[in-house]
């Protein structure tokens, strides 16, 4: 329910290693997962806080992540020229399983 | 044709000269010019000629052959040469030389002759008394100068120029000077040993200047010089000034003196040459917009390929994004872990489609414990990997093989005593496997197989399926593709297989008749939920019948290429079929004779539950209208083919998005009445639209 989840503000995500990636609630919920969880009916306890903690990754991948996030916000809905968005092939086994996860 | 006017100037449109002229940049401003600076500096010498006493001559002759061709190294051939013809006066040889080129200039204008056969002309000593008067009158040279270019001229142009680069009191800059400076300097240098008098008229050093570049290719041509040659690379603008690879030349930026290469670059608007590190300068920006021409080029190809594929537009998932990513490095995988079969079965299926799913590459998709495998493309695939499957995984469940085309006896007989728990198996494209084989594959396993499916091999035959239809009783899944031996006794056996949900025979290579079909869904119809005869192009009406008695649950209905159905039958089949609540996948492409009236049936029928159909090359169909669309409502309608009905306007299109509030995908491949303009939904997919693909 998209509606039900407020998009303004910021919320933080925290990856296993301690790294903190403020983001608008906007970009963030893109990830449909991050979305339900924002949800004010489930009233999860990320939801009041404003932060997520995501102990399955380090910051290398929820930095890459996050990148996503605003690459997608930035050209959703463009037509022509869109850039490819980067992966280095390493990351990308690893990055395939949370972008799962995630529904992104 | 115009070119006999050549001479009074070549102006009319359909001049190939003049076209060729224009192409090449060349105006008759600029080669009036060239001509009265080579005449300005011909006259010169002639002055000098005449000053001289006789006995100078030969001496005079020979400085102005070097000077003529200083940038060549073949001085001394030419002065041999003009050395031949001493007894000349000077004065005479002068005059006879300029009627010679005039007429040359004349010739060439009039009838464009080849070049031997105008030297030949030039080489007439013969007076003629007409052209000399022409001669006389400047302003008659004049306005032949401003409408025939030839060859020659820009050659004579060219070899002033190239005089003057190589003279030491002259620079390159003389040549943007204009006439006057021009006719001063040229004189000033060829003068030099001699001391300059008077100035020359104009007409007398245009004469002049003529008969010394004359004299100066004949002794080129003496020589053993490739003069046309030459002319041919002298004479567009851009290569006018581009002296051969290894000459001296000036940078047109810097004025620096260096060594002309193949690369060297020329300057900005195509006039002389600049330096390396000049050149270099502009590199960047010619690099630039060579790339941005190959992005676009390659954005081209990617969106036409995209739309071929029916990719949608848009930004891919991360998901998408990774699961790309690792099926092009997936030579370099080590192993895939545990990653989900969603992505497993993604990643399988784009290296399959890449066509590199390789032994090293198979083995990834192994996972001990598995209930699922399919590789769908196995053609690299060695038959002790498929062995190695049933080692690997023994646990399969459903085992899916596409492409198999080095699967052999002993990997089936593998399969067999091995797989336990195997109830799902279609093995398309084996055609190494005996009849024997699949015989003691069913005798094996049969009792538990549930699914079977095998195509393309033609050892597939009446004792295989026999064996197949005793030992399978719960069998529910059959899939009989394109197999060579596949008769009506054949399908006659399927009756002894009561419990089929879905049967297809696809594309049987022996016709197959109505009667054994007929058959067969009279015993195992009631249950079937998908039919496919696809091909089986001796079916009938009467087929279509048993389908409407007998297959209450029927949900998947393909019978493309029935080419002996009539509208008649297909609009039975549908009338009144009250045991069947509605197809959702109706596939009746190529079935030529659907009118719109059958089609009106259908919709009828099962406008409420078709999410997928297909009428490609229905040719019949709208012949008089469409209208008959606004009187009914696809409510679960996904996909439509409509492809090569040539009635589909833009008008249909919008009249079907009207009633279809869910369609997602339309195919339109040859329906040329479909442009640009119709309106489409924002989330609408339409593939082979004719102005797509020539865009």
């Known amino acids: 329910m998209a509606d039900a989840a407020d998009d303004t503000g910021s919320l933080t995500l925290v990856s296993n290693d301690g790294f903190q990636f403020v983001l608008p609630k906007k970009t963030a919920f893109t990830s449909k997962t991050i979305r339900n969880m924002f949800n004010k009916k489930s009233g999860y306890i990320e939801a009041k806080e404003n932060r997520v903690r995501f102990d399955e990754m380090n910051a290398v991948i929820l930095e890459k992540i996050c990148e996503y996030f605003c690459y997608k916000e930035k050209y959703a809905g463009r037509k022509g020229d869109i850039p490819d968005f980067h992966i280095p092939p390493e990351m990308a086994l690893e990055l395939m399983t949370m972008a799962d996860f995630l529904e992104t | ?695």
């Not at chain 2, 004949?218 to 002319?231: F, L, N, P, Q, Y």
């Not at chain 2, 670059?265 to 790339?291: D, F, I, Q, Y």
């Not at chain 2, 009849?435 to 094996?444: G, L, P, Q």
Request: glycine share 6%.
């Open chain 2, 1 to 695: 044709m115009t070119r006999r006017s050549g001479a009074r100037g070549v102006r009319g449109p359909t001049s190939a000269l003049t076209e060729f002229l224009r192409e090449r940049g060349i105006d008759a401003n600029e080669i009036r010019r060239r001509a009265e600076g080579r005449a300005a500096r011909a006259l010169a010498e002639a002055t000098q000629a005449a000053q001289a006493a006789s006995v100078d001559q030969d001496v005079h002759v020979r400085v102005t052959a070097q000077g003529l061709d200083g940038a060549d190294d073949d001085g001394g051939e030419e002065e041999e040469d003009i050395r031949d013809h001493p007894a000349e006066s000077s004065a005479t040889a002068a005059a006879r030389r300029t009627i010679c080129v005039r007429r040359v200039f004349c010739n060439k204008g009039e009838d464009g002759e080849n070049e031997d056969q105008v030297m030949a002309d030039a080489d007439d000593d013969e007076y003629n008394p007409e052209d000399f008067e022409d001669e006389q009158d400047p302003s008659a040279n004049r306005d032949k100068g401003k409408g025939v270019a030839s060859p020659q001229t820009a050659d004579a142009a060219e070899n002033s120029r190239k005089r003057r680069r190589s003279t030491t009191t002259i620079t390159v800059n003389v040549r943007n000077l204009g006439i006057d400076d021009d006719d001063e300097q040229v004189a000033e240098a060829s003068s030099s040993k001699l001391k300059k008098n008077s100035k020359p008229t104009k007409a007398q050093l245009k004469k002049l200047k003529k008969s010394e570049a004359k004299k100066a290719k004949k002794a080129r041509r003496d020589a053993g010089e490739d003069v046309s040659d030459d002319d041919d690379n002298d004479f567009g603008p851009t290569t006018a000034a581009v002296p051969l690879p290894g000459q001296i030349a000036f940078c047109t930026e810097c004025n620096c003196r260096f060594t002309v290469t193949p690369y060297t670059k020329t300057g900005p608007n195509g006039e002389g040459m600049l330096c390396h590190p000049c050149g270099k300068a502009s590199a960047p920006v010619e690099a630039a917009a060579r790339k941005r021409k190959q992005a676009a080029r390659t954005t081209k190809k990617s969106n036409a390929r995209a739309l071929l594929d029916g990719e949608r537009g848009g930004i891919k998932s991360l998901q998408e994004l990774c699961i790309q990513l690792v099926a092009k490095h997936i030579d370099d995988v080590e192993a895939l872990g545990n990653i989900g079969s969603y992505n497993m079965d993604k990643i399988c299926q784009i290296i399959s489609k890449n066509r590199s799913l390789t032994d090293h590459t198979m083995k990834l998709f192994l996972e001990n414990g598995d209930t699922t495998l399919s590789l769908y493309d196995c053609y690299k695939i060695q038959p002790a990997n498929f062995r190695l499957i049933a080692a690997c995984v023994p646990t399969l469940r459903r085992l899916h093989l596409k492409y198999c085309g080095q699967m052999n006896d002993e990997c089936l007989d593998y399969y067999g005593t091995q797989l336990k728990n195997l109830e799902v198996l279609e093995l398309y494209g084996a055609f190494n496997v005996t009849e024997d084989c699949y015989v003691r594959f069913f005798k094996t396993i049969g009792r538990q197989l549930k699914e079977f499916g095998v195509s393309d091999t033609s050892r597939f035959r009446l004792a295989a399926l026999n064996a197949l239809v005793d030992n399978c009783p719960d069998l529910e899944v059959l899939r009989l593709r394109t197999l060579t031996h596949l008769d009506d006794q054949c399908i006659r056996l399927l009756t002894g297989l009561p419990n089929l949900t879905v049967l297809e025979i696809s594309e049987p290579s022996m016709e197959l008749t109505d009667k054994p079909i007929i058959d067969v869904l009279n015993t195992c119809g009631s249950g079937l939920k998908e039919l496919n005869l696809n091909g089986c192009s001796k079916l009938t009406d009467y087929t279509l019948e048993a389908i409407h008695n007998c297959c209450g649950k029927l949900e998947t209905l393909s019978i493309s290429h029935l080419e002996m159905v009539t509208n008649e039958g297909l609009s039975r089949l549908f009338i009144g079929w009250d045991i069947n609540y509605g197809l959702r996948d109706l596939n009746i492409e190529r079935c030529q004779n659907l009118e719109s009236s059958g089609f009106i049936r259908i919709i009828d029928h099962s406008g409420n539950t078709l999410e997928r159909l297909s009428v490609n090359s229905c040719k019949e169909l709208g012949r008089d209208d469409w209208y008959f669309f606004c009187y009914f409502k696809f409510k679960a309608l996904e996909e439509i083919d409509l492809s090569m009905i040539r009635t589909v306007t833009d008008d249909v299109i919008e009249q079907l998005l009207a009633i279809s509030p869910h369609l997602k995908v339309i195919k339109a491949w040859g329906c040329h009445k479909l442009t640009e303009s119709v309106k489409l939904r924002e989330d609408l997919h339409l593939i082979g639209r004719e102005a797509d693909i020539l865009s």
